[in-house]
């Protein structure tokens, strides 16, 4: 990985087609050379948009290592774009060896995080309606009413 000397910046869309714009500008500007994408996330919408490109390498970046790092060295503390893209270059050119390439996760791995994430929702479910019904009851029958 050789970081280039000039820098520069963009924001792009978040709609599919102007992802695929953005990185048909990467590679026709680097051709297939690799090119590192650093990220906020370890899933979602925009690393699998990003992982169907060969030549891209993607680092996702715990969002707490970013903020600790700001709030380390930016004395202002300030969140925004612009610096946490730099603050992810800093770590990623300092800090190769601990920030290791995003590796798809297996199609069972896949599978039982799906599982694990509705039954979470389910399991929030049914304690929120438990919760209506039970405050339900308490405004219906008020412990003050002295009932044995």
């Not at 339900?136 to 003050?144: C, H």
């Amino acid at each position: 990985m050789t970081p280039s000397a000039q820098r520069e910046y963009s924001v792009i869309g978040t709609q599919p087609q102007e992802i695929a714009n953005w990185v048909a500008t990467l590679q026709q500007r680097y051709g297939n050379d690799p090119i590192a994408i650093c990220l906020e996330q370890k899933r979602g919408p925009l690393i699998y948009a990003l992982c169907q490109y060969e030549n891209l390498v993607l680092f996702p970046i715990n969002p707490r290592t970013v903020s600790n790092y700001r709030r380390a060295f930016q004395p202002s503390r300030a969140k925004s774009d612009p610096v946490d893209a730099q603050i992810l270059i800093e770590l990623l050119l300092k800090h190769p060896d601990k920030i290791p390439p995003w590796q798809p996760a297996s199609c069972e791995l896949r599978a039982l995080r799906q599982w694990s994430e509705s039954r979470r929702m389910l399991v929030g479910e049914k304690v929120r309606l438990t919760n209506r019904m039970t405050a339900a009851l308490k405004n219906f029958y008020p412990p003050s009413a002295g009932l044995v």
